[in-house]
């Protein structure tokens, strides 16, 4: 079992930026891929990024790339998403996920966080 723990969501002014972790307690946290997702109301839940345990990285919604970027620290068992130049379309409850691998964690999570909010105003 993988248990994991988001936080750093909150309410941001369009151009913001906030640092989203995600702490991962249970197995061994450096044999998973990690990952992010996210998903706004009415919307159906998206991947956003995800990293492998060697610090390899994909991207899967084109409009966050350049300006989020994943990172992990497998000593602190813990995955880092950091938003920057945010808009008013990134609001959205984000999820943190733990895959068996990089490619994997795109179509198949094996856990799931309890999501954070995050808001960005116009």
């Known amino acids: 079992q993988v248990q994991l723990v988001e936080s750093g969501g909150g309410l941001v002014q369009a151009g913001g930026s906030l640092r989203l972790s995600c702490v991962a307690s249970?197995?061994?946290?450096?044999?998973?891929?990690m990952g992010w997702y996210r998903q706004a109301p009415g919307k159906e839940r998206e991947f956003v990024a995800a990293?492998?345990?060697?610090?390899?990285?994909?991207y899967g919604v084109d409009s966050v790339k350049g300006r989020f970027t994943i990172s992990r620290d497998n000593a602190k068992n813990t995955v880092y998403l950091q938003m920057d130049s945010l808009k008013p379309e990134d609001t959205a409850v984000y999820y943190c996920?733990?895959?068996?691998?990089?490619?994997?964690?795109?179509?198949?999570?094996?856990?799931w966080g309890q999501g954070t909010q995050v808001t960005v105003s116009s």
């Open positions: 996920a733990a895959g068996s691998t990089l490619m994997v964690i795109r179509y198949n999570v094996d856990y």
């Open positions: 990293i492998g345990w060697s610090g390899t990285t994909s």
């Open positions: 249970g197995r061994i946290f450096s044999s998973y891929a």
